[in-house]
């Protein structure tokens, strides 16, 4: 491994694990995700969803009140009260995922002693899951892992082969991996979080696991306790990262490398020529990438081995070494892997090395805008279907987007004759 890893501790510019219900609760429509925790947490979701809020959300937030706090009131009476009425308003919910936060879990609120007590009483109609996302104990992605993690014990048991799917995909994208895994010679794929949170996976001893995010550490760690192989391979992101982890599955299956070869290698070439004009703009750039995600090791791989990009430093709110080794081995030597955040030192160093792009997170980029250099959001990542080998151009154009931008109103900022109006 010959990426140059350090670590930084401080202040950190980072979403809490909450934000991951904005796309879990799309995934599974028949769950609903109840908060428990302040006005604070209420808040954070109601923007992080933005309009979605008035579309029967399937979210919302148990406020614990001074009452609760101050312990004057029984927290776990007031939450199954919540909980009953909750469900008698909306009996179309068949999951609910209590959601621990930063106060529920100051004040201790046992949410696995109340997720089991709602479960005895709600006899099977309703299944009800705990999980943290506080922000003392996840950073954004890692919320997905808490629920899914949380689900892992509740999936029956089988020793059919199969290949498992783990982390959420943009259905169009998952359709399509099933697809080209089913062309390879494939034919039992199965999803874990699935499109309904009552059609859980089957996991056991004949199950090939292929995670197609790179936060899932403890949902991968209670798989293998369940006797599913978790391959480790490059993530699907980019062509090249996207057929490496296809050839690890079909690996596990002994799939012969020609019918691999055949299928995927126009898909390839197709990739390649979509990729040739982002390539222009991004080729020779430097790009830093600030931790939010642990998206930004695969993202950096492959801005600089498929887009041609430098990195000056690649961050990432927590590193699972084991996981991310092949991802490691493919960077060039001597990256700098920043694991941790202080983040005024990370942004003296983003203004000492001027880089052309800083992927950010939302409350980074206006400002650094204003100082002239040019940004990515990095939640957007999260939201796009950025997955897979036909998905590489649209991924690339993420980055190339902003730049191109940046030429066009350059001259408008900097004008040659600053006398002429600009939209003259
Ligand atoms: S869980 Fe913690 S970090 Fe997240 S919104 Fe609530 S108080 Fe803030």
Redesign the pocket.
């Known amino acids: 491994m010959s990426a140059n890893l350090l670590k930084e501790t401080g202040p950190r510019e980072v979403f809490?694990g909450?934000t991951s219900i904005v796309w879990l609760h799309r995934r599974m429509p028949d769950a609903f995700f109840l908060v428990v925790?302040?006005r604070?947490?209420a808040h954070?979701i109601q923007s992080a969803a933005g309009v979605m809020i008035f579309a029967e959300p399937r979210f919302g937030t148990a406020i614990l009140s001074e009452r609760d706090l101050a312990g004057l009131a029984d927290a776990h009476e007031e939450l199954d009260r919540v909980c009953c009425e909750l469900l008698q308003r909306r009996p179309e919910i068949r999951t609910l995922f209590l959601v621990g936060?930063?106060?529920s879990e100051v004040i201790k609120l046992d949410l696995a002693r109340a997720a089991e007590r709602l479960n005895e009483e709600l006899q099977g109609r309703v299944r009800v899951v705990n999980y943290s996302?506080?922000?003392?104990e996840t950073t954004f992605t890692q919320g997905e892992d808490g629920a899914l993690a949380a689900l892992v014990p509740l999936l029956p048991a089988s020793d059919e082969r199969q290949l498992l799917l783990v982390g959420t995909l943009a259905d169009a994208v998952e359709d399509r991996l099933i697809h080209l895994f089913g062309r390879l010679g494939i034919s039992t794929i199965r999803s874990l979080p699935p499109r309904q949170s009552t059609e859980l996976p089957a996991v056991g001893p004949g199950t090939t696991v292929l995670l197609t995010q790179p936060f899932l550490t403890e949902t991968a760690r209670l798989l293998k306790h369940r006797g599913a192989t978790v391959l480790t391979a490059p993530f699907p992101l980019g062509a090249e990262g996207s057929r490496r982890w296809m050839e690890a599955g079909a690996a596990a299956f002994h799939l012969p490398k020609e019918r691999v070869a055949e299928v995927l290698d126009p898909l390839e070439e197709r990739a390649r020529i979509a990729l040739r004009p982002h390539r222009e703009v991004l080729e020779g750039k430097r790009i830093f990438l600030l931790p939010e995600s642990q998206l930004e090791l695969p993202l950096a791989r492959f801005l600089q081995r498929e887009c041609g990009m430098e990195l000056v430093e690649v961050g990432t709110p927590y590193l699972n070494r084991d996981q991310m080794a092949e991802e490691l081995a493919l960077l060039p030597e001597d990256t700098r892997v920043m694991e941790g955040q202080h983040v005024e030192q990370q942004l003296d160093r983003v203004r000492e090395h001027k880089p052309d792009l800083v992927v950010c997170g939302m409350g980074l980029a206006n400002p650094l805008e204003a100082e002239g250099i040019a940004t990515k959001w990095s939640i957007e990542l999260v939201f796009s279907p950025i997955h897979g080998i036909d998905q590489a151009g649209d991924l690339a154009e993420l980055f190339s987007r902003p730049l191109r931008r940046r030429q066009l109103i350059h001259p408008g900022l900097h004008p040659i004759n600053p006398d002429q109006p600009v939209h003259a």
């Open positions: 809490c909450l925790g302040s604070t947490c954070l936060s930063c106060p996302g506080s922000g003392i």
